[in-house]
Each structure stands twice: as structure tokens, then as C-alpha cells.
């Protein structure tokens, strides 16, 4: 379960400052699927990386599993990171020299020990079987989402936070990654919340919300 | 899968890069290397040589001053002469412990088997105590009037045959390596067989030699322990007319000057080319963890701590430090060996290579002193990649 209680984060730009999140109070218990709907820079992004601990909020605190995540240190939030949470992100950032299996096994190598088998299995489960040799300039960039999407999965995470990860792919990808997505959740319990300007994606989701201005609204 | 498997794969990413660094290190290692075995073959030469000598001091004409050292240092063959009469003055001198004559002969070229200018020695062996503790060690007897001994460089083999003069003469033994030629390049034979060697010259050989029995080219001098050798040249030419007596250490001591300028000026070269590698490999590594700044926050995304990040970079910067030293030595090693000539020629220093066991120790430590330069070369920019802000690096999608 992650729990946002009073959550802001506020960054000052050119002597301004600009509200990218403001009071948030959220609950999300394992399993759900929760999309977040909202405009470039009404702040989902920053949303997402303060539920990762990826930045420290301002004002507030996040809970994972009733703790409180920043009162652990760095390596400790390193390791939460890693066995706890998935990133996907709009563009996959793969590294240009390993292989698809190897951008997959990523993450095992800053924690926790799995075998290649289990990279090559995701990979088939996103529908790359033949291409786990390849490497990204080899693939479309859909190929790369999926490969980054396997990625996140690799360590078997509470919760994946999607950053938009279908803006930059096509509408056939998009509709196999949902469709992995809610395999994910229904199948394996993930909990998946994902950011997204796209109010078509919406019906995938358990729990809606728009996001405006830093302010976080349900819509039923 | 590890991290050091990255920091490999990492190296392919900019490949022109990655191969111009390891071809710095590579120049910077591999001329340091090359410097330091070059000096440490010419240190061991010279050693070899100072207990070859033997003698304290060389009587020589006075003229022949130049030519005398010029045969000592750089084994040029040469042959002047002077009464034998002197022989009996030295050994009368106080402070001198004993003497022994030699000839020096410059022969015609060396008709066997290469195109080289040998040195002919001729020595006494009543009274020699240079070529005899060689004698006693390695064949146990006198030498023959038919018979001379070989320096390491004259290809032959005991039981051969050369030719001087028109005189047929075996090999007793070969002596071992000194790094200079005056011993290398030299043949050693009995006065009386250079002297009749001499003589039968007139009607053998295409060039005979004039050469009388009571003319020498050198007397051997050995000083008595409480004299020094400097006081003894020195009474030495107040009291025997038209020599110079040459005293082994001065003569040496040049060498060992030269040698000693040499080392300094290659430290001080090889301390500049280290911090010039160190500064560029910063540069570089500066540069890389720049570039990869998002791809950094991204692994950070994953699950990477400050000591993966650090590790990487480090790794990185070693391996890339390692294999540009390992090239360079090797490189280093395999022009002084094939280059030596060339190098004695223009430096004129004796020259030894030294063994199998400390070239291999240099090399190791070369790699390791290159590792280690790389790895501090990388320390800061592996510091700041370690404290790039995970969201902040992201954001730069």
C-alpha cells in the first residue's frame, strides 16, 4: 500500500515559485490499477517520482507499507527502489550496448539475484521471444518500450509507476502493453499507476484521476 | 551479469574514444617502461663492467689518450703502441701492486662470418689478472698459443676456427655478456701468439701487422689497498715520460654521469606525461558522466546506490587504464629489443637487458602503477556521478 499524506513539492524557476504538487492525500492499496489524466505539466510526473523516492517532497510524507520512506537513507531508499518498484517511462532509455536480455536483467545486478531465464521469459511475455539478442538499435522504439516495460517487471515490484509509457509508440503496441499491464495486475497482483495525457486510456484503470495545476481530483 | 560486465560493455560505446584513450596510456606507459628498463640495462652494464676491468688503472701513450677510452667505452677497435721498457717502470712505482701488458690489435675485417670489427687482445698470461680468473673459472687451464677466447658477441662457438692475419686460431670458450663491446666484440689471445702471429703475417696475410716483440699498447695496473688509485696515476706520469695513465673509475665515472643526467631528465619526463594522462583521462571521464547524466538517474531509478554508480565508472577507467598499459609495455619491449643496436649506437652506453624476472616484474608494475592512474583519474567524475539527483536526471527526457 502506498499512502500520500499532505504530499508538495515545490521547485523555484527564475526566482519563481511553481506548485508541481500541492497537498495530496492519496491511498493506493496493492492491486489497484489507478490512472492519473492530466495536461503536460500539471504535475503527474512529479507525482510519480515522489511515490518512487525519487525527490523528497517539500511538505508531507509518503508511506510504503506503513513506513515512512524518507527516513531511510540513501541505500536503504536504493534498495526499496529496486526490489519494490518499477519505472516505465515515455522513452525507454535502454543501454545501447547490452542486449534486450541484458536491459532486462538490469536491475538484478544492483540487488536481487535472478537467472536470464527469468528476463527471457518476460520478454516472451511481451511478445520479444526471438529478439532477447538483439540489441536497441535493432529494435522500433516500440520494441524498446516493451523491452523497458519487461525491464520494470524484472524483480517482481509492488507497484510499477508509468509515466506515460505509451506516448511515444503506436496504437497496436499501445493496446499489447495495457494489455500486459492488466495481465500484470489481475495475474500477479502488480500494482500499477500510470500517468498519462491520453483520456482514452482510462477505461484500463480501476481508479481515475485528473491532475491540474498540482492538485490531485477523483473522477468517478 | 555484473557490473563489471557493464563497465566492459561501456567501453564499446564510444568506440573512437575509448581507443584514442588506450592509445594515450598506451604511448604515455609504454615510453615510461621503455625509459626505465633502458636505464636499469644500462645501470646493469655498467656494474658488469666495473668488475670486468679489473685493473685500477690503464697505462696508455699519450696520444692515444682518446682512442684508449674510446676502446673502453664503446669497444672501437683500435691499436697504438709503446716500449715495453714501461711495463718494468710501472711495476716499480709505489703503491702499484702488480702490472700486466697488453696488446690491442685493430684486425682486418673478420673473415668468417659477418662484416664487424673484432678487437684483437693480446695478454700475458704469466702475469694477467683480468682474462686469467675468467680462464680458471670456465676452462680450469692456460690458454694455447693456437687458442683465444671469444667475447660474447662474436658469433662463434668453442671448438671453431678463425682466421687473423693468416693465423688459424681455435676457441677455447666464449666469455659471458658485459653490455659493452670492448669485452663483446674483443678476441683474446697470448702475446707470444699475437707476436707471432705478427710475424708470419708478412708472408700469410693480404694485410700483415707490424708488430716487434718489445712493443705493447697497455699496462694493466692494480694499486695496493691502503693507495689510491687517482695518487698513483698521477706518480705514474711524473715518473714515466709520453703515457697517461687512465684510472678505471674516472673513465667510468663518465658513464655512470651520463647515465645518471639521463635518469633524471627521464623521471622528470615521465612525471610530466603522468599528470598529463591523469588530467586527460578526468577530462574524459568528466565528459563521459556528463553524457550519460539521464542514464545515470535512470539506473538510480532501478535500484543502483552511490557505490554501483562510483564502481562503474571506476571499473571503467581501469580497464580502459589496464589494457592501454598492457599494450604499451609489451610495445616498449618489443622495440628496445629490436631497436638496442640502433640506441647503443647513438648513445654509446653499455648496455645489458636485464632478466626475464625483473621485466616481468617492470611490466606488472607498469599495469598496476597505470590501473592505479586511471582509477584517480576517475575518482571526482565518479563522485559526482554518484550524487546526481535520480528525478532531476530524468527530467531531462
Known sequence: MIELRALSKIYKIAGQEIKAVQKVNLTVDDGEFMSIVGHSGSGKSTLLSLMGCLTRPDMGSVLIDGEDIWSRNDYELSKLRNEKIGFVYQFPSLIPTLTAAENVFLPTVFGKKRSIEDAVKLLELVGLYDKTERYPSELSSGEQQRVAIARAFINSPKF?????????????????????FERMNKGENTTIIMATHDVNLLPHATRKFRMKNGILYGIS | MNIAHIALKNLKRNTTRTWLLIAIVSVVSG?????????????????????????????????????????????????????KAILEKAKGIKGVKRVAPQLFIKPAPFTCCYNVDVFLIAFDPETDFTINPWLEKHIRRKIRADEVIAGKNIPVVPGDTILFFGTGFKIAGTMELTGMDFFDRAVFMSMDAAYKMAEDSRTKAKEPIEVKRDKISAVLVQVKDDYSADKVAIMLEHEIKGIKALVSDTVLITVKKQLSRLTKAALAISVILWIIVLLIMALAFFMIVNERTREIGLLKAMGANKAHISAMILLEASMLSGLGSIAGTLLGFVLLANFKGLILHYLKLPYIFPSSLYLVAAMMGSVVTSVFTGLLSALLPSINASKIDPYEAVRRF
Not at chain 1, 169 to 180: K, L, N, R, V, Y
Not at chain 2, 47 to 63: M, T
Open chain 1, 160 to 180: 510499477i509507476l508509468a509515466d506515460e509509457p505509451t506516448g511515444n509508440i503506436d496504437e497496436e503496441t499501445e493496446s499489447e502493453i495495457m494489455a500486459f
Open chain 2, 31 to 83: 615510453a615510461i617502461f621503455s625509459a626505465a628498463i633502458f636505464l636499469k640495462s644500462a645501470d646493469h652494464a655498467i656494474k658488469s663492467v666495473s668488475d670486468r676491468l679489473g685493473a685500477d688503472i690503464l697505462v696508455v701513450p699519450e696520444n692515444a689518450e682518446l682512442k684508449a677510452k674510446a676502446a673502453i667505452l664503446s669497444g672501437e677497435p683500435t691499436h697504438f703502441l709503446m716500449d
